[in-house]
């Protein structure tokens, strides 16, 4: 398998951060975090209209950000991988040094 160039990784890299783009869709991924789940069961534990969720959940899936899996009449989806939520905290906790830049210096 030939390695990709690094256009094709600039390009992942920005599909991932535009699926990440919507604070719906971080809460979605939170959500997976605690194991898989139907887009009914995320719209009723979110307290969003399942159409949305619906939408958002294509947006993840087409990123490689959650996997669907049916099973019977149902799809449930999972998170593709943990690491995004290492990510996701990295980043929350760089906000948060923004808003409280001395939070961590003992006084």
């Not at 534990?45 to 959650?66: C, F, I, M």
Request: aromatic share 4%; glycine share 8%; proline share 6%.
């Amino acid at each position: 398998m030939e390695r990709p160039t690094r256009q094709e990784v600039l390009r992942w890299h920005a599909e991932i951060c535009a699926g990440l783009a919507d604070p719906t869709r971080i809460l979605i991924l939170y959500e997976l975090a605690e194991g898989p789940r139907t887009g009914t069961e995320l719209a009723r534990r979110l307290g969003l209209p399942q159409s949305t969720v619906a939408r958002h959940l294509r947006v993840l899936a087409s990123r490689g950000l959650v996997i669907p899996s049916r099973k019977g009449g149902v799809v449930e989806y999972l998170l593709a991988d943990h690491r995004v939520l290492q990510a996701l905290d990295l980043m929350r906790a760089v906000l948060i040094d923004r808003v409280h830049p001395y939070r961590h210096i003992a006084g």
